[in-house]
């Protein structure tokens, strides 16, 4: 392996198409039932590696306390450092922090495909270390179109769904995942009008009537009078929801500004010296 180079990485958002939590765990986490999506939009991550001491950076276009990557960074950081490897990862994020979309997780996940291609962790490991850093990591290392449920790291990838496009909106703020589950109530959970498979089949049979009557995210019942109103509006015209625990929401729309992509992560890069 050479000790210098470069590879490119697009990490997706995702949208939950329907979401909702069954229970709170005996180890403080919920248990959700919810069909994942990846959408086109997504952040770049360009990532260098080079002869030098083993030593991380990581520079973003928006500050980002503790970013995810330096989590996934101390499980491999030994080895990089008996390689004799420096890595320094840029990220050009466009996908809204606190928005509900993924993005570091997706960013995550893109940083540790890195060390797969790196050959510095198997398909084993790195799925350990995504359940590890984060509840939603896992769905990103395979993408597309899945069923998750448990804490969301039991993903279920099903075959993608084709020719659907949405629009996205966001606030302009964000809402804390930790802040959204403490304000669910036990009386609210298991609410959803379908499982999450059964709007996949809707979604597979193109049953518009059933993806209405299934697009639910539990959310909506803990965010902002004014931000629940949009939504409703919406929700007259087209299937539409939260697009997770945060701030940001969603309308299925013919001709939407983001369509459905089969990937969490993809790679459109690489050098070697």
């Not at 495909?113 to 359940?131: G, P, S, T, W």
């Not at 039991?154 to 909106?169: A, I, M, Q």
């Not at 009386?187 to 996949?200: D, M, N, S, V």
Request: charged fraction near 30%; include cysteine.
């Amino acid at each position: 392996m050479g000790k210098d180079g470069r590879i490119v990485l697009r990490t997706y958002a995702k949208v939950n198409l329907c979401l909702d939590v069954l229970r709170k765990r005996v180890d403080g986490f919920h248990e959700i039932d919810s069909l994942f999506q990846n959408i086109s939009l997504y952040d770049e991550l360009n990532v260098h590696f080079a002869e030098g001491n083993g030593s991380l950076s990581v520079r973003c276009n928006v500050e980002i306390e503790n970013n995810i990557i330096g989590k996934v960074w101390q499980y491999v950081k030994d080895r990089f450092a008996d390689e004799n490897i420096d890595v320094e990862v840029e990220i050009d994020k466009k996908i809204p922090m606190g928005a509900g979309l993924g993005g570091g997780s997706s960013n995550a996940a893109g940083f540790i495909y890195f060390l797969k291609y790196m050959e510095f962790v198997d398909e084993k490991e790195a799925l350990q270390i995504a359940q590890s850093v984060g509840s939603d990591v896992p769905f990103f290392l395979y993408g597309g179109t899945a069923i998750v449920s448990g804490r969301g790291e039991k993903v279920r990838c099903v075959e993608p769904l084709r020719g659907y496009s949405l629009d996205l909106y966001y606030p302009n703020f964000s809402i804390s995942t930790k802040e959204a589950y403490s304000r669910l109530k036990s009386e609210e959970f298991g609410k959803a009008p379908l499982k999450a498979e059964e709007l996949y089949q809707a979604y597979v049979r193109k049953d518009y009537d059933s993806i209405r009557k299934g697009t639910y995210n539990i959310f909506e019942r803990v965010i902002p009078n004014t931000l629940r109103e949009k939504i409703e509006r919406l929700k007259i015209f087209s299937p539409a929801a939260l697009t997770g625990s945060g701030s940001a929401y969603f309308q299925i729309r013919d001709g939407g500004k983001y369509r459905f992509v089969e990937k969490g992560v993809e790679l459109r890069g690489t050098e070697r010296d």
